[in-house]
């Protein structure tokens, strides 16, 4: 799309698509990014004034490019790409497959990224441009809105690449293309002021001066319009070190950055015990600026846990692990490896922290503990089966972590230590998901997060405690609230540079769309208003750097709105479904949809139990819906316990991220299937 539309195959080589009119088919259906284009809309798309028969050849062109996408497509057996779905045609390709979304992906993924490491990636992406945006369908009114989006992003992206190049000390080459920047689009005041910026980086005090007076003439004669206050900011700087030459110009951030970094290298021993301390205090701080510096603080920690253990202090071991309290509002841990050594060398420093260590560092201990062992990271053997009676269940790693939850938040609130109280919180929440039906418990450990936050200054706790807030509130119904607190975490992303709380939000939206869907659309209508939402959220998975949280979910976002409907999944519309870790217990509908109830009752039978996490709720749900269907009363007994207590809640809305329906009405249907 970014240039004249065209199509490859795996390995690179040209896809006929066929005339003009099949290519701008093909460019029709992508932008409307995996939603339904109805015929209709196509035929006005696609001429002025639409010949006899228009319907006809728009069903012709498309049959044209499903072959040429799909050539190895038996006949009549449904296209996965190009589907006909209601009054027209989707187009569903992967969203690493299309270009102009790849590039909005790597933008996106930059914004994360260090100065140094996000260069390169935009560097990347500005590489896939071939041309204008759907360059050969330059008159078409359909393509001129998304031509102008991604123009300005292109635009953006220029600009992001050269600032993070004067960022990362590299000011001469951002010159280069700046100069050229400049020249072709004036009216651009970032443009000019990131050019007099490299400039005068680059020791060119007269050049960067030149650059700022040549702005000022062109936006007076072009827009008949004074620099903005952040050129006129810098024009200003640049006089006064001309007239003051031998005056040092203020440090900006990273030079002091810079700075601080030598002074630290210079003054503190190579294998002293104190440059772990910084070094875990330092991956606490990159881990909530983004996915790239998440994983990287994850992988980093566990270095730096291991080589405090090694040392023999024990006290110097529990300050390196009970020093990283990252916020966490996801139940599933991204690393079930990394978390079991953090906890069981925790464990290990307990047992060996001398009795005069300051209560403090072995209540982060704690903390730790219960944060990294939410969900089922700490599992030993087998999960108990589903059906089991919940008093065989026997799950000591699960005791240990709620105690360990419970001391934490004591201790905590004995020694009124406002940061480790949020710490110990945080470890609270997590453990809470012993039952279904608890978002009234969650909601009042939100709020008194965010009180605490506010109160003592805390930035992390307070987007925790937002978060939680907001998916509590959306399970109990309260959308006015929940909105509430997604604004206020949104804020808070922004201000202060927190770009995965607009993951959590963005999906929290996808959902409000869907519990707002007018009950009076059609099936059809109603998929396309929360498919494009969806869309949106589905698009921040490939790069938000969360892989316990994004596995499974784009699958289980299709999969709602047919288990709302109360109908079965088709074989072939998820037969290249990824569920992740939801696969045990989406298993048993799926062969049941497949016409194999027998295999569904075995599935059902060795079914583990659900996580105790933020998606027990709607996975007990499916497996009592297929315990109806399936004829397992023993199991639809199961899940009528379990689910009792959540019975006025939306099945999976307090997740924040997308609902199955109504609690109450799996329920009803258990009940009467388990005989009461």
């Known amino acids: 799309m970014l240039g004249p539309v065209e199509c490859r195959d795996g390995a690179g080589l040209p896809v006929r698509l066929g005339g003009p009119r099949h290519r701008e088919v093909v460019a029709r259906l992508l932008v409307a990014r995996r939603r339904v284009v109805p015929v209709d809309r196509l035929v006005t798309d696609l001429w002025e004034e639409p010949p006899p028969g228009a319907t006809g050849a728009v069903r012709t062109f498309v049959a044209g490019v499903r072959r040429a996408l799909e050539p190895g497509r038996r006949l009549r057996t449904p296209s996965r790409l190009l589907a006909t779905e209601g ?20 933008v996106a993924r930059a914004a994360g990224l260090a100065p140094a490491d996000a260069a390169p990636v935009l560097d990347a992406a500005l590489a896939t441009w071939r041309g204008p945006a759907y360059a050969d369908f330059p008159g078409a009114r359909w393509a001129h809105a998304e031509r102008a989006r991604l123009a300005e992003l292109r635009l953006h992206a220029v600009e992001r690449r050269a600032d993070a190049l004067i960022r990362s000390g590299a000011s001469r080459e951002a010159v280069w293309d700046l100069d050229a920047h400049v020249a072709e689009h004036p009216w651009r005041e970032d443009g000019w002021h990131l050019l007099a910026t490299a400039l005068l980086r680059s020791g060119r005090q007269g050049d960067a001066l030149g650059v700022l007076r040549r702005a000022r003439r062109v936006l007076a004669d072009q827009l008949g319009a004074d620099p903005g206050p952040g050129l006129a900011r810098l024009e200003r700087e640049v006089l006064r070190q001309a007239d003051h030459p031998d005056e040092a110009a203020p440090a900006t951030g990273d030079e002091v950055w810079s700075s601080a970094a030598a002074a630290y290298e210079g003054s503190v021993p190579a294998r002293s015990p104190a440059r772990l301390e910084a070094t875990a205090s330092l991956l606490r701080e990159l881990a909530v600026t983004g996915a790239g510096g998440l994983d990287a603080a994850r992988r980093h920690r566990a270095a730096a846990v291991a080589a405090a253990e090694r040392t ?13 309290d990252v916020p966490a509002v996801w139940t599933r841990v991204d690393a079930p490896d990394a978390a079991r050594t953090v ?17 403090t560092v072995r209540a982060r201990l704690l903390a730790s503990v219960a944060v990294e062992s939410r969900g089922d990271a700490l599992a030993e053997g087998a999960l108990p089966r ?32 406002a940061s480790l109280l949020a710490f110990a919180l945080n470890g609270a ?6 039952h279904c039906g608890q978002a009234g418990r969650r909601d009042a450990i939100g709020a008194e997060l965010v009180r605490l936050a506010r109160t003592h200054g805390l930035l992390g706790p307070e987007v925790l405690g937002r978060l939680i807030r907001l998916q509590a509130l959306a399970g109990l119904g309260d959308l006015p609230g929940a909105d509430h607190q997604a604004t206020a975490a949104d804020h808070l992303a922004d201000r202060y540079e927190r770009p995965l709380a607009r993951v959590f939000t963005t999906w929290y939206r996808a959902l409000r769309t869907t519990l707002a869907t007018p009950a009076d659309l059609t099936a059809t209508e109603a998929a396309e208003v929360t498919g494009a939402a969806y869309a949106e959220a589905v698009a921040l998975l490939p790069t938000c750097g969360m892989p316990g949280f994004a596995t499974g979910l784009p699958a289980l976002t299709r999969l709602a709105p047919v288990v709302r409907a109360g109908a079965l999944p088709a074989p072939e519309a998820f037969a290249e ?33 659900p996580p105790h996490d933020l ?10 819906r297929a315990a ?10 199961r899940a009528t316990a379990v689910l009792g207590p959540a019975e006025g809640q939306q099945a999976g809305a307090a997740s924040g991220l997308l609902t199955f329906g109504p609690v109450a009405a799996y329920l009803a249907e258990a009940r009467e299937a388990a005989g009461g």
Request: charged share 30%.
């Open 312 to 324: 023999g202090d024990a006290e110097l071991a529990a300050r390196v692990i009970g020093v990283y």
């Open 615 to 624: 998606m027990a709720e709607p996975m007990w749900c499916l497996l009592a």
């Open 386 to 417: 589903a059906a089991d009676p919940p008093g065989r269940a026997r799950e000591p790693w699960r005791r240990r972590a709620r105690q360990a939850a419970a001391e934490a938040e004591s201790a905590a609130r004995r020694l009124h230590d």
């Open 343 to 359: 906890v069981r060398t925790a464990e290990r420093v307990l047992a060996r922290l001398p009795e005069e260590a300051p209560e």
């Open 87 to 106: 009054p027209g045609y989707v187009l569903r390709p992967a969203p690493g497959a299309v270009d102009a979304w790849h590039f909005e992906a790597e």
């Open 429 to 434: 929440f997590l453990q809470s998901f012993a």
């Open 628 to 637: 109806v269907l399936a004829g397992d009363p023993v199991l639809a007994a």
């Open 577 to 609: 479904a990824d569920w992740g870790p939801y696969d045990p217990w989406v298993r048993p509908l799926l062969l049941l949809g497949d016409a194999r109830p027998d295999a569904a009752r075995e599935a059902l039978r060795t079914a583990p139990r």
